[in-house]
């Protein structure tokens, strides 16, 4: 996959976390692609929203694209990381490529995804790090809280 195309793949998860964002949330967003680029479901980390710990930006997506018999061709696209539940996600049902806007913020399992066969960008997008840098300055403890530390 070109730079090019996952860079227009990735608007669509960052309008998501503005949007998580300007709900009062944690801005996490996701979609969830097929191969040609055909948009299947997007979605916004919602744990606050929905008073929730499991709605993950790459869970309200997967949700949102709703059932398919396999996986493997679809991309799921986040503007971070995934965390370990959502790499979790991601090997259980067979997704093939992540694209990560980006894991200076915070770094999950894609690596290890990458090392177990799923095809993994990482961009390391200048708006989704400025992003999240700004919600981690300015709400550490809701930061904490979603990623598991305890002060």
Not at 48 to 68: I, K, L
Not at 117 to 123: A, N
Request: with cysteine; proline share 3%; glycine share 12%.
């Amino acid at each position: 996959m070109t730079m090019g195309i996952a860079q227009e793949l990735l608007v669509t998860a960052y309008d998501e976390a503005r949007l998580g964002l300007a709900e009062g949330g944690i801005p996490i967003g996701a979609a969830l692609f097929d191969s040609h680029g055909a948009l299947l479901g997007r979605g916004h980390n919602r744990r606050v929203q929905d008073d929730d710990p499991s709605v993950h930006a790459e869970t309200d997506a997967f949700r949102n694209a709703g059932r398919r018999r396999d996986y493997r061709d679809t991309i799921m696209v986040t503007t971070l990381s995934p965390c370990w539940y959502c790499s979790g996600l991601v090997r259980q049902f067979g997704i093939g490529a992540v694209i990560v806007g980006e894991s200076t913020t915070f770094t999950g399992g894609h690596e290890w995804l990458a090392a177990h066969g799923v095809s993994v960008t990482v961009l390391e997008d200048q708006d989704c790090i400025d992003l999240m840098t700004k919600f981690i300055a300015d709400r550490p403890d809701l930061w904490h809280e979603d990623i598991g530390v305890i002060d």
